[in-house]
């Protein structure tokens, strides 16, 4: 029998036991021995529920219990599930995970703590939600060099732009409906601010790469800027406006950053819509491939925890996890990264604005009183300097074709 215990009874801790149980003889049997849910670490009581006879209120029960192999971290934050998660691991259980803030943070001092302890530290679910993404990029590709990597992984983002864009909504209503329907934390900073898959490109390119990479290195831009008629203006060009992490390789190092994007219809990413995650990447053998899915919720993210789970049971005592090193990976600074840029202009600064955009492509005004070009490749501190030149009234980056 393997023994798991579950650390936070929030949404996807709760989707963990959900699946657990209710698909005990398949996970069970994937994992080559019964599976067996022994505790459900929370500071409330669940009367009534499921977890109800396992619930324990004192991480000292788990960690102490030599029964116990594998534990679950679904608590969030980089406190007590750091604390919690480093202590089991030095004691040989195998953690599983789905906390990307814990994983940037201290993904490399853990990975280490489990090949110290003969244990393991799993986390599938932390960058794309139900999305399989960590395990391929671990196993399936490893005969690759990868080129790219580039996906839409924040749900909540991704559900504001495409109600913007389907519906005609400003920003602010966008958001409001993502809170009303539950895709939306009350203090939605980490995802419209565009923190959220900072940390996941940030994991990932660690992952690809082999090189530790710190998210606060990391040129971050959220959505809040983006207006109605932002989008209309997309919607003229037959595009759409992404949140895009990237990650790429360059002749000069990775350019690695979070952003708003107009992509075309020729982008695998162009049609991901709602709450829903993709990853593209690219790699030098592979070329093109793209992971698609649930980027959230409980049960989608669930099923990617209890996947680990599974992993964990079919390993227990021999480590088998990927570490990358502790050398950072060499980034392009964010001045010297290379994009082509959208801008929208008053018509009285068109022609500084033909002339400062040299070579720009003037695309159709859909606002009275407006002009719009979309430049060429240039750098961003020479996108920069040229903004200082003319009153630019938004500007968008661009991978239309």
Same mark, same amino acid.
Request: net charge negative; proline share 4%.
């Given at each position: 029998?393997?023994?798991?215990?579950?650390?936070?009874?929030? &949404?996807?801790?709760?989707?963990?036991?959900?699946?657990?149980?209710?698909? @005990?003889?398949?996970?069970?049997?994937?994992? %080559?021995?019964?599976?067996?849910? +022994?505790?459900?670490?929370?500071?409330?009581?669940?009367?009534?529920?499921?977890?109800?006879?396992?619930?324990?209120?004192?991480?000292?029960?788990?960690?102490?219990?030599?029964?116990?192999?594998?534990?679950?971290?679904?608590?969030?934050?980089?406190?007590?599930?750091?604390?919690?998660?480093?202590?089991?691991?030095?004691?040989?259980? /195998?953690?599983?995970?789905?906390?990307?803030?814990?994983?940037?943070?201290?993904?490399?001092?853990?990975?280490?703590?489990?090949?110290?302890? @003969?244990? @393991?530290?799993?986390?599938?679910?932390?960058?794309? %939600?139900?999305?399989?993404?960590? $395990?391929?990029?671990?196993? /399936?590709?490893?005969?690759?060099?990868?080129?790219?990597?580039?996906?839409?992984?924040?749900?909540?983002?991704?559900?504001? *732009?495409?109600?913007?864009?389907?519906?005609?909504?400003?920003?602010?209503?966008? *958001?409001?409906?993502?809170?009303?329907?539950?895709?939306?934390?009350?203090?939605?900073?980490?995802?419209?601010?565009?923190?959220?898959?900072?940390?996941?490109? #940030?994991?990932?390119?660690?992952? #690809?790469?082999?090189?530790?990479?710190?998210?606060?290195?990391?040129?971050?831009?959220?959505?809040?800027?983006? &207006?109605?008629?932002?989008? +209309?203006?997309?919607?003229?060009?037959?595009?759409?406006?992404?949140?895009? #992490?990237?990650?790429?390789? &360059?002749?000069?190092?990775?350019?690695?950053?979070?952003?708003?994007?107009?992509?075309?219809?020729? /982008?695998?990413?162009?049609?991901?819509?709602?709450?829903?995650?993709?990853?593209?990447?690219?790699?030098?053998?592979?070329?093109?491939?793209?992971?698609?899915?649930?980027?959230?919720?409980?049960?989608?993210?669930? /099923?990617?925890?209890? %996947?680990?789970?599974?992993?964990?049971?079919?390993?227990?005592?021999?480590?088998?996890?990927?570490?990358?090193?502790?050398?950072?990976?060499?980034?392009?600074?964010?001045?010297?990264?290379?994009?082509?840029?959208?801008?929208?202009?008053?018509?009285?600064?068109?022609?500084?604005?033909?002339?400062?955009?040299?070579?720009? +492509?003037?695309?159709? #005004?859909?606002?009275? %009183?407006?002009?719009?070009?979309?430049?060429?490749?240039? +750098?961003?501190?020479?996108?920069?300097?040229?903004?200082?030149?003319?009153?630019?009234?938004?500007?968008? $980056?661009? $991978?239309?074709?």
């Amino acid at each position: 029998m393997v023994n798991v215990a579950v650390m936070g009874y929030g &949404t996807v801790g709760s989707g963990v036991v959900k699946v657990i149980l209710d698909n @005990n003889d398949i996970v069970s049997k994937n994992a %080559g021995d019964k599976v067996n849910l +022994k505790y459900v670490l929370d500071i409330r009581d669940f009367p009534g529920d499921p977890a109800e006879k396992v619930i324990t209120h004192d991480f000292n029960d788990i960690l102490n219990d030599p029964e116990v192999d594998i534990v679950v971290e679904t608590m969030g934050g980089t406190g007590a599930a750091y604390k919690f998660t480093k202590a089991a691991l030095e004691a040989g259980k /195998s953690v599983c995970t789905s906390n990307k803030e814990l994983v940037a943070a201290y993904g490399l001092e853990l990975l280490q703590t489990a090949k110290e302890h @003969n244990a @393991n530290y799993l986390f599938e679910a932390s960058c794309g %939600g139900g999305i399989p993404i960590i $395990r391929p990029l671990m196993t /399936s590709i490893t005969g690759d060099e990868i080129l790219e990597i580039t996906g839409i992984v924040n749900g909540t983002t991704n559900y504001i *732009l495409t109600q913007m864009g389907e519906c005609g909504m400003d920003f602010d209503e966008a *958001l409001k409906g993502a809170q009303a329907n539950g895709f939306a934390e009350l203090h939605p900073e980490a995802d419209i601010e565009g923190y959220d898959p900072c940390r996941k490109i #940030a994991i990932l390119s660690e992952i #690809a790469y082999g090189k530790a990479v710190d998210y606060n290195d990391i040129y971050t831009e959220g959505i809040t800027k983006i &207006t109605a008629d932002d989008i +209309k203006y997309a919607k003229s060009l037959g595009a759409a406006i992404k949140l895009l #992490a990237s990650s790429v390789k &360059t002749d000069k190092g990775y350019e690695i950053m979070v952003a708003p994007y107009l992509v075309g219809p020729e /982008s695998p990413l162009y049609s991901v819509n709602g709450v829903f995650n993709a990853v593209f990447v690219k790699g030098d053998m592979l070329g093109d491939s793209m992971f698609y899915g649930s980027g959230a919720g409980s049960l989608p993210t669930a /099923s990617a925890v209890v %996947g680990d789970v599974v992993d964990l049971a079919k390993h227990l005592g021999t480590n088998i996890m990927k570490i990358w090193d502790e050398e950072k990976l060499p980034l392009v600074p964010h001045d010297e990264a290379v994009n082509c840029f959208f801008i929208r202009v008053n018509e009285a600064d068109k022609e500084k604005a033909a002339a400062a955009f040299a070579g720009a +492509k003037e695309v159709k #005004a859909v606002v009275d %009183g407006e002009a719009a070009f979309i430049t060429g490749p240039m +750098k961003e501190c020479e996108f920069a300097a040229k903004v200082n030149e003319v009153p630019v009234i938004s500007c968008i $980056r661009s $991978r239309l074709a």
